[in-house]
């Protein structure tokens, strides 16, 4: 294959991975999250579900992408917070997708109004990568 191809398709894959980066599943059960994964975030499959104490989470992901989303579980199993792992050279896309979505309300974090409920999306940047953590608005 062509360098230039090569590059292109790695250009397309990242973009067809970030359609649906901030995907909010706070307040979904996890049967319903195993259901919806595969039909609304192509590539990710289901790693494992881990517990400890009154909490858990479910971890997806993306090898070929290199990302990871977790769903924070409560006791009953339900979702409270989202927090999805990308590589760090996607910084500028997933920014523009946030600010294209959301209301920003500061550098790293922006507003998200869904069913009459408002949460945030706090975008941190690390040295190797990036870590969008969406959770209940906290006043």
């Not at 195993?34 to 975030?41: D, I, L, S, Y």
């Not at 990871?68 to 500028?92: E, H, K, P, Q």
């Not at 523009?96 to 109004?113: D, P, R």
Request: net charge neutral; with cysteine.
């Amino acid at each position: 294959m062509k360098p230039l191809a090569i590059i292109f398709l790695s250009v397309a894959i990242a973009f067809l991975s970030l359609s649906a980066s901030a995907q909010n599943y706070i307040g979904l059960h996890k049967d319903e999250i195993a259901k919806r994964m595969p039909q609304e975030n192509k590539g990710f499959y289901f790693e494992k579900e881990v517990n400890v104490d009154d909490r858990g989470f479910l971890k997806y992901v993306n090898t070929l992408d290199e990302q990871t989303i977790l769903f924070m579980i409560d006791t009953d199993g339900f979702c409270t917070a989202v927090s999805r792992m990308y590589n760090t050279w996607l910084y500028d896309q997933v920014v523009n997708e946030l600010n294209s979505k959301y209301q920003q309300v500061s550098t790293n974090k922006w507003l998200e109004i869904k069913e009459g409920k408002s949460y945030d999306l706090t975008l941190i940047k690390g040295k190797w990568f990036l870590t969008l953590t969406i959770r209940p608005h906290s006043k």
